[in-house]
């Protein structure tokens, strides 16, 4: 297979001594952003620990911010039905988290501040899970890692390697999905289900 090198980031975080619990600990504590003040709770992530895939979204929306659960409202029930149908299961297969563990009032994009501030929580996930594969999940999370100039329709798919060892794929995201009903060769959504396939059939390789 072969992979797009890419190590802009560097996978070292500052809170590399604790265990995901005592991460999860000092998030609920957060205040670095404003968003922090105003969380019902925090999503800080799903799934379990030994999972080979992680799947990283944008931010919690009202739903998740309700449940402190990712992606369970429609989008997250979207991308729940299209792993099903490419035999990916979301209990055995993944560890979900996003860019952000707190809510965008009205779910605006996440800014620059906001992002920078959650970026630990993130990469001490990573470095503590330590995935076969990386899924990110829509354009915050593409840009996040990628960087700002790309554009999800002309990286879908494609296969990076971040931090210089830990394979990465991008997908749509649900949310653009759900406005974008087609499934029409090439579509966006059956382009999902193309690059989730990829996905299960990596899984299957391990
Ligand atoms: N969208 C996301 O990116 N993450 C969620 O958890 C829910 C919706």
Avoid at 48 to 75: K, Q, S, W, Y
Wanted: hydrophobic share 35%; proline share 6%; glycine share 6%.
């Amino acid at each position: 297979m072969n992979y797009l090198d890419f190590n802009d980031k560097e996978l070292t975080p500052t809170l590399k001594e604790l265990s995901l619990l005592e991460v999860r600990n000092v998030c609920m504590q957060c205040q670095n952003c404003e968003l922090g003040k105003k969380r019902t709770n925090l999503v800080f992530s799903d799934g379990h620990a030994n999972a080979p895939v992680m799947l990283i979204g944008e931010a919690p929306g009202a739903e998740e911010d309700e449940t402190g659960v990712p992606f369970v409202g429609r989008a997250g029930k979207l991308l729940n039905q299209l792993m099903q149908e490419c035999g990916i299961s979301r209990e055995k297969d993944l560890y979900i988290c996003n860019t952000l563990k707190c809510r965008p009032p009205e779910n605006r994009d996440p800014k620059p501040e906001e992002k920078n501030a959650c970026e630990n929580y993130l990469m001490a996930q990573i470095n503590i899970v330590r995935p076969k594969l990386i899924v990110l999940c829509g354009a915050t999370a593409a840009k996040f890692f990628l960087g700002d100039d790309i554009k999800i329709s002309q990286i879908r798919g494609k296969k990076y390697l971040l931090f210089n060892k830990i394979p990465a794929t991008v997908i749509f995201h649900p949310s653009y999905l759900l406005r974008n009903h087609s499934e029409e060769v090439n579509s966006p959504r059956w382009l999902t289900k193309k690059d989730l396939t990829a996905v299960k059939k990596f899984i299957d390789t391990l």
